[in-house]
């Protein structure tokens, strides 16, 4: 239980830092669903967050379908509602962007990078406890970034003045999780988090990468499970 409870507190001030820095042109709308949909994330830090010396998965940040609308990393909302059994009352977040709405649980577009990620979790492992003996998945950044269009913008697009503190504050709670959950290995998903782990870790923990899910990946498109898994034997985790 002190596992969960640690990783619970720095989630809680994580979503404190980020929800007191501002920012401008090209983000318009800033979600942070550490703070409305705190219920369910901490529902699944509470669930799968226990154990230590795992496998550590790390995103980028929400997906507007996704971790948006549940507080789940990868979060697309069958998956985590229906196989991770996941729970909780999702609110709104400050200032919603009338094209992205938060409908949480009840949202009934899927998020393919967490259908792809989840989907292949379900599919190689059957049970959300046998896939968590191995892994922990967190997101670097909690915040989902929009254009006045409601175009998702990721982190490394927002302005370098605004973006110092926010990876500062990113890095500093991966740091804790680390610290937390002891991982033998932590495995950034896509090129920019494996970055960002190895900026933030120094060489104190061995840092992989693998394959990013996104349906805006060629690579990924080709077929995102294979290449995932190749990637994960290439680390010495499968």
């Known amino acids: 239980m002190a596992v969960t409870d640690d990783l619970i507190q720095v989630s809680r001030r994580l979503a404190e830092t980020v ?39 790390m995103g980028m940040n929400p997906g507007p379908f996704g971790m948006a609308q549940t507080g789940v990393p990868f979060g697309e ?12 009352v999702v609110g709104k977040p400050a200032q919603e962007h009338p ?3 938060v409908l949480g649980f009840a949202l009934e577009r899927s998020e393919v990078s967490g259908a792809r990620l989840w989907g292949w979790a379900r599919q190689r492992y059957g049970t959300p406890e046998a896939f968590f003996e191995t892994f922990m998945i967190i997101n670097y950044c909690p915040l989902l970034f ?7 913008l990721t982190p490394d697009k927002v302005k370098a003045q605004e973006r110092a503190p926010l990876l500062q504050a990113c890095d500093t709670a991966l740091r804790a999780v680390v610290e937390v959950l002891a991982p033998r290995r932590v495995i950034g998903v896509g090129k920019w988090a494996q970055g960002r782990a190895r900026r933030a870790l120094g060489e104190g923990v061995e840092v ?23 990637d994960l034997r290439a680390n010495g985790v499968l």
């Not at 929009?146 to 998702?152: K, M």
Request: glycine residues 10%.
């Open 208 to 230: 992989g990468g693998m394959l990013h899910p996104s349906p805006a990946s060629p690579a990924a498109n080709r077929g995102w499970a294979p290449q995932a898994e190749a």
């Open 19 to 57: 929800d007191a820095l501002t920012f401008s042109d090209p983000v318009h709308h800033v979600y942070n669903p550490l703070v409305y949909a705190r219920e369910p994330h901490e529902d699944y830090l509470r669930k799968y967050g226990g154990a230590q010396g795992r496998v550590l998965m």
């Open 146 to 152: 929009l254009a006045q269009t409601g175009r998702n």
């Open 99 to 101: 094209k992205r709405p």
């Open 77 to 88: 909302i069958t998956h985590a509602r229906d196989w991770l059994g996941i729970e909780g």
